[in-house]
Nanobody, 124 residues
């Protein structure tokens, strides 16, 4: 079992930055692929970023590439999503997720564990 708790969301003006954190607890969390997804009202959950177990390889969605980065600190069991140059269309609830394995999972149904989500609102 893995438990995930996100934090760091909030209200920010367009062009601003936020850093989301996902604290993981449970056994062998360092062996999990960790991802970030987001869901805006009335829309499906969307892949944002993923990092494999070593943290040396990442995959970022085209919609946020160049603005968002994902990283992990396995010693602290925390995964970060650094979000820069935020746009109003980035407004959503952001979720952290964990999946066993080392692949770059980009589909929500590939992840077994989810956090409760943190709201990010970008004003224009």
């Amino acid at each position: 079992q893995v438990q995930l708790v996100e934090s760091g969301g909030g209200l920010v003006q367009a062009g601003g930055s936020l850093r989301l954190s996902c604290a993981a607890s449970g056994r062998s969390t360092s062996s999990y692929t960790m991802g970030w997804f987001r869901q805006a009202p009335g829309k499906e959950r969307e892949f944002v970023a993923v990092t494999n177990w070593s943290g040396r390889s990442t995959n970022i969605a085209d919609s946020v590439k160049g603005r968002f980065t994902i990283s992990r600190d396995d010693a602290k069991k925390i995964v970060y999503l650094q979000m820069n140059s935020l746009k109003p269309e980035d407004t959503a609830v952001y979720y952290c997720a964990a999946a066993r394995g080392t692949n770059y999972y980009t589909r929500a149904n590939e992840y077994a564990y989810w956090g409760q989500g943190t709201q990010v609102t970008v004003s224009s």
